[in-house]
């Protein structure tokens, strides 16, 4: 598959009409239908079903366009990166869960930004599954984890910081009268978790003897749309500390777990790859504020 094909692919995809798109790259309408076409044949499927007024794609075109955004992406990237190497330039890809950790993170990228305006910063957020897939197909640079895994195969440096797990409730909820949560407080109440964390059984142990009447009424990825069931009320939500706005104007507010839980932060980036300029200076730069 050509670099040039693939960009044909995404641009009919988008416009899901071959005129448009061919408008759009300047190209005639039977150039681009016969790309497609010896596209489609290169592959062996159908990636489009095309209709009277607009195509649509096939569940093989919709994997392809996933794909191939990743690659015009990486491609992009990679040649921006190497035509400015004389200069710290291009493009920074972090990708990371939600963390008291990233505040040190965005510090240095803020610092570098500062310094090299032709820098661009790319984040991407996800749980650490994503985070580390993506990192593996060089779509980011570096990854930030917070879970229970093994980094032998990374580079990886562990920041100080570290985020604590307790419940984000209203105000007024009678719970917020205590100072800690423990597993007896949690019966029976409607509780939405860490999608991640519960993959990793990461409060199997904490539950104890009360395990079985824990009631997990759903999970999350990122807690920003998990916030809004526990300001209507419907919910309760397992998450780190500093992530909700628990200020004095805020209505809801969050206690820490007993026993405690904790995790820590650490940023990883693949071995045996050959960083660009403005890579190793985050770097740099991430290891100096440890200093």
Do not use: C
């Amino acid at each position: 598959m050509e670099l040039r094909v693939l960009r044909y692919f995404l641009a009919v995809a988008q416009q899901r009409n071959i005129t448009k798109a061919a408008r759009e790259l300047l190209v005639s309408q039977p150039t681009l239908s016969k790309q497609l076409a010896d596209l489609e044949s290169e592959l062996g499927v159908k990636l489009f079903i095309r209709g009277h007024r607009q195509i649509t794609l096939t569940d093989e075109g919709e994997y392809l366009q996933a794909r191939a955004k990743e690659i015009i992406q990486l491609a992009d990237q990679t040649a921006t990166n190497i035509q400015n190497e004389q200069v710290v330039t291009g493009t920074l890809s972090i990708g990371a869960g939600e963390s008291i950790g990233m505040q040190r993170i965005m510090e240095v990228l803020s610092g570098i930004i500062q310094d090299y305006p032709d820098v661009k910063i790319r984040l991407v957020s996800g749980n650490a599954d994503e985070m580390e897939t993506a990192l593996k197909h060089g779509t980011i640079d570096f990854a930030v984890l917070m879970a229970h895994r093994s980094l032998d195969s990374y580079h990886h440096l562990q920041l100080p910081e570290t985020d604590r797990w307790g419940l984000a409730m209203q105000k007024d909820d009678p719970l917020a009268q205590k100072n800690v949560i423990g597993p007896a407080d949690l019966i029976g109440l409607p509780l939405l978790v860490s999608e991640q964390a519960l993959d990793e059984h990461r409060f199997q142990d904490w539950w104890g003897n009360v395990g079985k009447e824990i009631n997990i009424i759903g999970t999350y990825t990122l807690v920003f749309n998990a916030e809004l069931m526990v300001k209507q009320g419907s919910a309760y939500i397992l998450t780190f500390d500093n992530l909700l706005n628990t200020s004095s104007n805020s209505e809801l507010t969050f206690r820490p777990l007993s026993p405690s839980i904790s995790e820590s932060t650490n940023i990883i980036w693949k071995k045996n790859v050959t960083q660009s300029k403005v890579a190793k200076l985050f770097t740099q730069r991430l290891l100096a504020s440890l200093d």
